[in-house]
T-cell receptor, first 113, second 116 residues
Framework: DAKTTQPTSMDCAEGRAANLPCNHS???????VYWYRQIHSQGPQYIIH???NNETNEMASLIITEDRKSSTLILPHATLRDTAVYYC??????????????FGKGTKLSVKP | GAVVSQHPSRVICKSGTSVKIECRSL??????MFWYRQFPKKSLMLMAT?????????EQGVEKDKFLINHASLTLSTLTVTSAHPEDSSFYIC????????????FGPGTRLTVL
C-alpha cells in the first residue's frame, strides 16, 4: 500500500473549518484514500473514504486532487470534541479484496475555544 | 456504522500470567478481524489478521506463540497474551470487517493492559 505524509499537528479555532492535508504521491489506481480519527484512549473511528471523486457525509468532506496525489479532509465546523489524531491511509479496495489498514503517525488536531 | 466491542476495557495482571481479550462484532458477522497494538504516543501497529475457522496471519516480528489468536465464530475473536511481561503493557485494539457494509473496517474501543 502507498505511503502517506501528513503534518504532525494542527490547531483550529472552534466553529471554524478544519482542513487536514495528506500527500499520497505514490498512490496506485486501485487504492482508495481513507480517513480515520482516534480520540485519546479510544479505538479509531471511520470518517470517510474516496477513490477520485470528492465525497461528503455527515462528518466531513474529502477533496481529492485530480491527479490523486493528495487529498484534504474538511471538518466544516470544528468542535472541541473533534480534537483527535487524524489518520490518512491509502488502501487497495477492488472486487472482494481489501488491503490492510496500515496507520502512519497521523495529524494531531487541536480544536481550541 | 457497525459496532465492535472489546472486553475487558482495562486489565492489570502480574508478570508471568496469561490474559485473554475478547473482540465481538455486535450487529454483524465478521469473517475477518484484526488485532492492533498501540504504545503511548505511538501509532497503531497491526499484529495479526484473524480469519474465522483458520489460523491467524501474523505480521513480521510478532510472536505467534506469545499472542494466541482464536477466531472461533463469526462474531468473536480472542487474543491471549501468554506469560505476560511488563513490556507487553500496551493498548490492544481489535477491528472487524463488515461484509454488509462493503467490507469496511470498524474498530473496538481498545483494551488497556498493564503488566506489573
Amino acid at each position: 500500500d502507498a505511503k502517506t505524509t501528513q503534518p504532525t499537528s494542527m490547531d483550529c479555532a472552534e466553529g471554524r473549518a478544519a482542513n487536514l492535508p495528506c500527500n499520497h504521491s505514490t498512490i496506485s489506481g486501485n487504492e482508495y484514500v481513507y480517513w480515520y480519527r482516534q480520540i485519546h484512549s479510544q479505538g479509531p473511528q471511520y470518517i470517510i473514504h474516496g477513490l477520485k471523486n470528492n465525497e461528503t457525509n455527515e462528518m466531513a468532506s474529502l477533496i481529492i486532487t485530480e491527479d490523486r496525489k493528495s487529498s484534504t479532509l474538511i471538518l466544516p465546523h470544528a468542535t472541541l470534541r473533534d480534537t483527535a489524531v487524524y489518520y490518512c491511509i491509502v488502501r487497495v479496495n477492488y472486487g472482494g479484496s481489501q488491503g490492510n489498514l496500515i496507520f502512519g503517525k497521523g495529524t494531531k488536531l487541536s480544536v481550541k475555544p | 456504522g457497525a459496532v465492535v466491542s472489546q472486553h475487558p476495557s482495562r486489565v492489570i495482571c502480574k508478570s508471568g500470567t496469561s490474559v485473554k481479550i475478547e473482540c465481538r462484532s455486535l450487529d454483524f458477522q465478521a469473517t475477518t478481524m484484526f488485532w492492533y497494538r498501540q504504545f503511548p504516543k505511538k501509532s497503531l501497529m497491526l499484529m495479526a489478521t484473524s480469519n474465522e475457522g483458520s489460523k491467524a496471519t501474523y505480521e513480521q516480528g510478532v510472536e505467534k506463540d506469545k499472542f494466541l489468536i482464536n477466531h472461533a465464530s463469526l462474531t468473536l475473536s480472542t487474543l491471549t497474551v501468554t506469560s505476560a511481561h511488563p513490556e507487553d503493557s500496551s493498548f490492544y485494539i481489535c477491528s472487524a470487517r463488515d461484509p454488509g457494509l462493503n467490507n469496511e473496517q470498524f474498530f473496538g474501543p481498545g483494551t488497556r493492559l498493564t503488566v506489573l
